[in-house]
């Protein structure tokens, strides 16, 4: 018999229902150590926490994370607020004691994501950050293909996020949907939103990334305040494009936008090494395209391989051959190797210092943006 591991979720938005799903199915797919139980929801808003809370089954409510992370009962924090609240409630939660999971990006900033780090080293806390693509089945795969070396050298990383919903200028910014575009509450626009993600990855499948040169753009310079009711100057970056340079010697393009008319979120990237390359699209997130050229040249070409079968990563646990899974369940995976890993006492990543390296280049993205001179990472 899994024990029991009370989860506190705090913020009901969309990220605080893709979080409390995952708790609500790994343990009938997965059968990890612990079994989560949710425990209680957290949000000041008490009418939606109460909504939130008899919609997915938390036993309680509280409107006051103070008063959740004072509670003996509950051991697994799981920060679904935005941004600008990581920092203050992860080391809240680390002094606590408690486990935490927090969402993307880790921070503000590289100094805030530093004190978050030292915080949960501190009280030697497990901790991992939600930068969830990592675990849909195909990315993963892709993960096993680069360490197997299959690829060879690798020469070129090319990764874009792509979105349209912010085009009308009609569209206001901040408050419960639209933070992500106050840049007080979100601390950049596409790049801590969307490229976090494609750094995420690329850093994991093909190592550090030493050096960036960028360009943003804020395309509607002023928007109305949901809060204030006031039009005010907009501080995100609309729109990013970066080149990188990896430690490995690899050289990468990034792009990411919310104004590219027709894209809701085409999340692609491509690798091409000296022997083999793939491709991945999260419009079709269940395939991985690889191009090997050790085959024969007579049937050499781009396959398309449907990622169902048992065994590729974390299928066996779903249903069978040929039948696929989609968004939610990387966040799924997620907790399920989180449970394994606090089972087993080995971190799992991305963890707080792993999340602090995507927030680096973040950083040194938006520096560089600034000067449009190349910048070195950290
Ligand atoms: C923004 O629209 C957003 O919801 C991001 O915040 C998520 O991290 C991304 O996965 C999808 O797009």
């Excluded at 206001?172 to 494609?198: F, M």
């Amino acid at each position: 018999m899994s024990k029991p591991l009370n989860v506190g979720v705090i913020g009901c938005g969309f990220m605080g229902r893709t979080h409390t799903n995952a708790y609500k199915k790994v343990y009938s797919f997965f059968k990890p150590p612990f079994k989560p139980v949710l425990k209680a929801i957290c949000d000041t808003n008490a009418d939606k926490a109460n909504a939130f809370a008899e919609t997915w089954g938390f036993e309680s409510v509280e409107t006051d994370w103070r008063k959740l992370l004072a509670r003996k009962d509950i051991d697994i924090v799981d920060i679904c607020t935005p941004n600008n609240t990581h920092k203050e409630l992860a080391i809240a939660a680390a002094e606590a004691g408690k486990m935490i999971i927090c969402e993307k990006p880790l921070a503000m900033n590289t100094a805030e994501g530093q004190e978050m780090v030292a915080a949960v080293e501190k009280a030697g806390v497990p901790n991992l950050v939600s930068f969830n693509y990592r675990r849909v089945p195909a990315v993963t795969l892709a993960k096993n293909l680069i360490d197997s070396g299959r690829l060879g050298r690798i020469f070129h990383y090319r990764s874009v996020f792509l979105q349209d919903w912010t085009i009308s200028s009609d569209l206001p910014q901040g408050g419960d949907s639209l933070w992500r575009l106050d840049v007080k509450v979100a601390g950049s626009g596409v790049t801590g939103d969307l490229l976090a993600h494609c750094i995420d990855t690329a850093i994991w499948l093909n190592g550090p990334i030493k050096s960036v040169t960028a360009m943003t753009e804020t395309f509607i310079k002023q928007r109305k305040h949901t809060q204030t009711g006031k039009v005010e100057e907009v501080g995100i970056d609309d729109a990013c494009a970066f080149m990188a340079r990896f430690a490995n010697g690899s050289l990468a393009v990034f792009e990411s936008t919310r104004y590219a008319r027709g894209h809701k979120a085409l999340y692609t990237f491509e690798i091409n090494g000296e022997k083999a390359s793939i491709a991945w699209d999260l419009h079709d997130l269940h395939r991985l395209s690889y191009f090997d050229h050790r085959d024969e040249s007579i049937v050499r070409g781009w396959r398309s391989i449907h990622v169902t079968d048992g065994d590729m990563p974390y299928m066996k646990h779903w249903w069978v051959p040929g039948l696929q899974i989609g968004y939610e369940h990387s966040f799924v995976h997620q907790v399920a190797d989180f449970l394994e890993g606090v089972d087993k006492k080995q971190p799992v990543g991305p963890t707080f210092r792993d999340a602090l390296e995507t927030q680096k280049v973040c950083d040194a993205i938006l520096a560089s943006a600034k000067t449009g001179q190349w910048v070195e990472v950290g």
